[in-house]
Structures are given as C-alpha cells and as structure tokens.
C-alpha cells in the first residue's frame, strides 16, 4: 500500500497547483475581482499561482480564462471583447466564458477544428459586488457559493472599500488574525486618550480570551467586564477557513469613540476576503455591513477611516506584516458564555 505523504505547518504557505494547501484552496470559492473594479476590457488576475484573465462579455456574462492563447501563448489581457467572449489579438481566436473556442478566422471556412479546443476557464459568479472562482475538480458541478451575510443580506447598507495587494505569504495576515493579545501590545494606544479602543485593549490590563472552533473554522473572543452587574463586552473574531476574517470595532466603528460607546454595542459587521495570488503576494476585498438605523452610518465613518488608512500607510513593510485585526462588538450576559 502506498504511504500518505506527510504534510507539514510550512505546506500551509504554498497555493500553487499540485501542493496540499493549493487543493485545499481550490476546494472553496476564492475572489477573483469586484464587479465594481472589473470594466470592458479584460483584467489579467493572478490566484493561487496561476496566471489567468478575468472579462466580462458584451452580453454581460463574465468569465475567467487561462491568460496564455493556447494557439502561440499571446496574453489574452489583450484581447478583444466581443458578445460571445474574448478575442485574440494575434491570430483572433475567439472563446466563451466556458473556455471553447467558437472561432479560428485563419481556418477553412468548412474546418470543425473549433470546436475541438477548449481553453482552460474556471467557473465565476458574483454576490455581493464581488466576484468569487471555483478552481477546484467537479467544475461541472461545483459546491454552491456560500451565501455570506455582509454580501447577500438584502437589508442594510453595504460597503466595498478599495482592493489592497500586499506583498508576503497570506498565512502571516491569516494567523496575526488570530491572536488577540498583540492588538493590546503591537497597536496599543495613549492609554490615557479616553477611547474605548485604549480602555478594552490596555497593555496593562490585557483582556482574556477563549479560542472556540466552530463549524466554519473559529472565533476568538475577547472579554471584559460589562456596563452592568452579570453583563460583559465581547469583542469577537471569527475565521472562516481557510481565508476570511470576520472583524470590526477596534479597527472601524468605535475606533475613535469614548468608552460609553461600548454600551450600545455594534451594528456593522467588517468582513476580510483573503485571496493568495501566490506564495508571495495576497489581495484582500474588505466589505462592511452596517445594519443600524443611521442612513448616513458610511459617510460619517469616513474621516476616521482615511485617518486610519493614513495610519496604515505610514507603516513599515515589517510591521505590516503585524498589522492587527480586529473585531465586532458585543455586550453579553455575562452567564451566556460560549464554553
Ligand atoms: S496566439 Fe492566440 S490565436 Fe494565435
């Protein structure tokens, strides 16, 4: 009998085809573009170590193909929109979303030769504003998209902030994510600045957690003593494996707000879409969920959001790779623990 091959923590890093974290990836739906960033031109996409083209046709279907013709390997990033698909610039092949070729115009005109080419393509839907790819096996008949919250919530306001590319392994963003107790060191504030970000998150008073698994992957949460007797706050991460983040107040809504602001907990939910390009660069798609009753909640958010995005700005390549999340909000009976 032929013996497993034992994979290890560093195969976690690796996305490419062929690898144990790559099949693993290649089993969920990843993000492969916003519909908001995707225009008439077709957009060359880099996910999980392949090199591949993202378009949309004049018919309003998108599809994601291999970037290299399979006739003499020219990119089709440069290639020609048209109702059916996506064109050739040297030779015009002509492909659907499907990845068949439906035109060779230096064929005879009686040539079937067409039909028996078919170019790589993986299957694409949109939720959301964003546009998720199934690269896995089974593409015929690939598992449904979940049907996350922040994209699919009918209610609501909902949005997008601008796609970040960063530069390093997407496991150091995925793991920093889980650790709570550096957000009180790394990104500790004035302690003194009366913000409840410096009174939840004090290095002197570091807040205990719990790690619990959940069906979906894990949360982490965070507590301390609430407003009230047998009251507690909970600030909560959660990780849907094996890349989104699911974080919120420290970073967003209450990022600058006094302590009281605590009390009335959090109505926007701050959702990170992690896609490896490959081993060294990862893009993420950042979507909030506001479902309180201020209908101005985003544009009031703004001046502290760009504060913050300068914030990040400012930093180091090494430190952010340190870079923090963080979490939504909770008040809790203190008796309704999760464990
Ligand atoms: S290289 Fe694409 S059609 Fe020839």
């Known amino acids: 009998m032929r013996k497993a091959k034992k994979v290890c923590l560093a195969d976690l890093a690796k996305v490419g ?13 990843m993000v492969a573009g916003t519909t908001r960033d995707l225009y008439d031109i077709p957009e060359a996409v880099r996910l999980l170590g392949e090199d591949l083209v993202l378009f949309r046709d004049s ?7 291999g970037q290299s013709c399979p006739h ?3 990119s ?21 979303i499907h990845g068949q070729c439906l035109d ?18 993986y ?51 995925i793991e920093n994510g889980a650790d709570p107790v550096h957000f009180s060191t790394l990104h500790r504030a004035d ?10 998150f004090d290095f002197h008073d570091v807040p205990p957690f719990d790690a619990v698994e959940t069906t979906y992957g ?29 974080i919120g107040d420290t970073e967003f809504t209450h990022f600058k707000q006094p302590k009281e602001a605590l009390a009335e907990g959090s109505s926007n939910a701050h959702f990170m879409f992690l896609a490896p390009n490959d081993d060294e660069h990862f893009t993420l798609y950042t979507v909030n969920h506001y479902t309180g009753p201020d209908p101005e909640f985003f544009q009031k958010l703004a001046p502290s959001r760009a504060l913050e995005r300068r914030r990040k700005n400012r930093m180091t390549g090494a430190s952010m790779r340190l870079f923090g999340a963080a979490s939504a909000l909770r008040i809790l009976p203190a008796k309704v623990r999760s464990r």
């Not at 690898?19 to 290649?26: D, E, K, L, Y």
């Not at 018919?59 to 193909?65: A, Q, R, S, Y």
């Not at 894990?218 to 699911?246: C, H, N, W």
């Open 59 to 65: 018919n309003g279907k998108i599809g994601l193909v």
């Open 123 to 173: 299957p694409v839907k949109e939720l959301g504003g964003l546009i998720f790819a199934y690269m896995g096996p089974h593409q015929d008949n690939p598992p449904p998209l979940p049907k996350y919250k922040a994209l699919a919530d009918p209610t609501g306001q909902r949005s997008l902030e601008a796609t970040r590319v960063y530069d390093y392994n997407w496991f150091n963003f």
């Open 104 to 121: 060779m115009p230096g064929e005879p005109k009686s040539s079937k030769f067409a039909a028996k080419v078919k170019h790589l393509a």
């Open 191 to 200: 302690a003194n600045d009366g913000t409840w970000r410096s009174w939840f």
């Open 17 to 29: 085809p062929g690898t144990p974290a790559g099949q693993w990836f290649r089993r969920y739906w």
């Open 72 to 74: 003499r390997g020219t």
């Open 218 to 246: 894990m949360k982490v949460i965070s507590r301390k003593p609430g407003p009230a007797p047998d009251t507690e706050y909970a600030d909560v991460k959660s990780f849907a494996l094996p890349s989104i983040l699911q």
């Open 76 to 96: 089709l990033e440069y290639g020609d929109i048209e109702d059916d698909g996506i064109r050739c610039p040297y030779h015009g092949w002509l492909f659907n």
